[in-house]
């Protein structure tokens, strides 16, 4: 083990090729950090409630309502909202037993997504039950199609009772409202990016950070989870944005290490994804991973031990290309890691959002701040 500013070895990870790097730490030109996203300010959980009751409508209502209104969304999407919200509760009711939540998150964009997620039987025919009119329950049943007219952007990830090694069964239904949204014709970009950060206890202070850059073709990210948790580890990430501005991932890892010098320390992860080569970069240091969903197989990687401004060992970059689609996932140790493709299957052809969701909700541990970003190249 040792510390101090030299991180990185040469030499690639299982015969990988890596791209050649700077040693040199390039400090932003100014205090400006273009276009970056913050977990710290753009991803929240704003609400989440179980449904056993139509009553749960009212709370979501009322909540859903006044944060839309904040943001600045119209009235028109905000009553779509509502619709859409009291449909999640309808269906709820009606199929998970009991056994449903909804939740509200803020995204980037700024986002409003309203997530319902039961551990219910599950969904054994997704395209009739999205067909107006076809219910099991005997009702009008058009819940999941009006969600989907409704909202900008919607997805729904179901498992049902059977799989050997599936770790949940039930419903996952996304509907995202967007402020800035483009039209629905408008063409996809070629990098969509999901997170999920939720602090301990839902505690204000999060000792989990993910912090992204786009940089014309290229999207670089450096998540982070500081020691412990709470306000101590809050502060001991808070304002390392500095470090991924305009670095390649191998500076910017060694500027996270230098500024995290005489504090509890952080274990990390830094990428650059670049959706013309399609080339990807990683590299990492202490207890975080990684898993790369490509040509319908699913790797996961770890990295090297040790403590970002304390002690660790040289890290080692991994680097690849990528062609096709492909799903990148890094995660704190706040999620769990004894899940492969076999306890999802199918959720890697889902929205990245969809992916975060799913696999935070039910792979999270509750004793730890937990934190995913998922990031799908088409």
């Given at each position: ?13 299982s ?6 790097f700077?040693?040199?730490i ?5 205090d400006?950090l273009v ?10 959980l704003l ?20 944060v839309?209104?904040r943001i600045?969304?119209p ?17 709820q009711i ?21 997530l319902?997620?039961?551990?219910g039987?599950?969904?054994?025919n ?17 819940g ?11 997805a729904?990830?179901?498992?049902a ?7 949940w069964?039930g ?15 408008a ?19 999060n ?8 940089e ?66 990683l ?6 991973h990684v ?21 660790h060992?040289l ?7 990528l062609?096709g ?10 999620i769990r ?5 076999s306890?999802?299957?199918?959720l890697?052809?889902h ?28």
């Open positions: 083990m040792r510390s101090g500013p030299r991180l990185f070895s040469e030499s690639s990870s015969g990988l090729t890596s791209p050649s700077s040693r040199d390039r400090p932003p030109a100014n400006t276009n970056v996203i913050d977990s710290g300010a753009s991803c929240k609400h989440a409630s179980a449904v056993q009751s139509e009553s749960a409508i009212i709370l979501l209502r009322s909540r859903l309502l006044s839309a209104q600045g969304f009235e028109m999407e905000r009553e779509n909202m509502a619709l859409v919200a009291a449909e999640m509760v309808s269906n009606k199929y998970a037993q009991q056994r449903g939540q909804i939740q509200i998150w803020q995204q980037p964009g700024p986002t409003l997504d309203i319902a997620l039961d551990y039987p599950g969904i054994a997704m395209q009739q039950a999205l067909e107006d009119g076809f219910s099991s329950a005997r009702t009008l049943g058009k999941l199609g009006s969600i989907q007219r409704l909202a900008h952007e919607a729904i990830y179901t498992q009772a059977g799989g050997l090694h599936v770790k069964t419903t996952a239904v996304l509907a995202r409202f967007s402020l800035n949204r483009k039209g629905r014709d063409k996809p970009a070629p990098i969509s990016i999901g997170l999920f950060s939720r602090a301990l206890s839902d505690d204000r202070f000792g989990d950070r993910i912090y992204l850059q786009r014309g073709s290229l999207v670089r990210w450096l998540h982070l989870d500081g020691l412990g948790h709470g306000e101590e580890a809050h502060r001991t990430i808070d304002g390392l944005a500095s470090c991924l501005n305009g670095n390649h991932p191998y500076a910017a890892l060694e500027a996270a290490d230098h500024q995290l010098s005489n504090t509890r320390g952080a274990v990390a992860i830094c990428g650059e994804i670049d959706s013309t080569s399609r080339h990807l970069s590299l990492g240091v202490g207890d975080m898993a790369l969903h490509h040509q319908e197989q699913l790797r996961k990687l770890s990295f090297s031990p040790g403590v970002l401004g304390r002690e060992k890290a080692t970059p991994f680097g690849e290309n062609p689609k492909t799903t990148i996932l890094s995660a704190s140790d706040g890691r004894s899940w492969d493709e306890s999802f299957p199918g890697f052809h929205p990245p959002q969809l992916i975060a969701y799913v696999l935070g909700n039910i792979m999270g541990r509750l004793s730890d701040d937990q934190s995913l970003c998922v990031i799908g190249i088409s």
